[in-house]
């Protein structure tokens, strides 16, 4: 998939953020994103983001499950939904040489004329005829990598979201984290996630936190989407409280307009 086409579904989930969220920062757009289409998370998202206003300088590359939740986010059902509802058609045109002599040239170069338009003919008709089997190609590769990623049957933890992993992989992942049956219900609705004033904890019906945490031996504060043990050390987490927003989470959001100016 293309540099471009990334960045595009990228910024795009980005300018719908920038309308449907009431803040007005990276961290709360990324957040309301992360919050709506449950995974990746928002430090993802934001590396995302960064990756693709800075020319690849700053950020993360987003991945393949990061584009496809955006593309979800952005109304379509994966990425190649997304790639064959915006793919741009490419167009072979008439040599401006040949162009001109039509225009000017006397029937004495007529038979010359029409024999180069034939040869462009020819050569549009091969262009349509490659251009449709790469997208044939392309859509048979996706499917084919949708119907191995099917099979599957476990995941690992990554640090901040559940990735699918294969079972023969071994016991551990790249990531260090112990590889474990795959549960639908966790991978979609858990993962780490950075909190600011922004943040949605509790539900607006009924009040219930729709945040947990656990206190880390260095005493940061880790805040998840679902309640459970810990991915890594298997500690229960706990629901989060007022007291700990008003302790722990910032009043302010990193950004210039949030300090008074001499």
């Known amino acids: 998939m293309g540099e471009e086409t990334k ?9 719908k953020a920038k309308v449907s969220c009431p803040g ?3 961290n709360a757009w990324s957040n309301h994103i992360s919050m709506t289409i449950d995974t990746p998370s928002a430090k993802t998202l934001t590396k995302a983001y960064n990756y ?3 020319e690849g300088k700053n950020g ?4 393949k499950h990061t584009l496809n939740r955006l593309c979800k986010y952005l109304g379509y059902n994966d990425f190649a939904e997304f790639v064959e509802k915006n793919k741009v058609k490419e167009r072979v045109y008439d040599s401006p040489d040949i162009s001109q002599k039509d ?16 040869n462009w003919r020819s050569i549009s008709i091969f262009g349509t005829f490659a251009l449709t089997l790469i997208i044939a190609v392309y859509f048979i590769a996706e499917n084919n990598a949708s119907e191995l990623g099917a099979s599957v049957k476990c995941m ?20 260090g984290t112990a590889i474990e049956p795959y549960d639908q219900k966790r991978f979609e609705n858990f993962r780490r996630i950075d909190v600011d004033i922004t943040t949605l904890f509790f539900s607006e019906q009924n009040q219930k936190p729709l945040v ?22 298997g500690k229960t987490l706990k629901a989060v409280t007022e007291y700990i927003i008003e302790k722990y989470v910032p009043i302010h959001q990193n950004k210039s307009s949030s300090f008074i100016r001499d």
Do not use: M
């Open 7 to 15: 960045k595009r579904i990228v910024l795009q989930a980005f300018e």
């Open 60 to 63: 993360s590359r987003p991945s």
């Open 212 to 233: 947990w945490y656990y206190k880390n031996e260095t005493g940061e504060i880790e805040y998840y989407t679902a309640p459970g043990v810990h991915p890594v050390n």
């Open 103 to 118: 225009e000017n040239d006397d029937s004495s170069v007529g038979t010359a004329t029409v024999t180069n338009q034939k």
């Open 156 to 175: 690992t933890w990554t640090g901040t979201v559940y990735e699918e992993i294969s079972c023969s992989a071994g016991s551990y992942s790249e990531y």
């Open 52 to 54: 693709c206003t800075s």
């Open 24 to 26: 007005d920062s990276i």
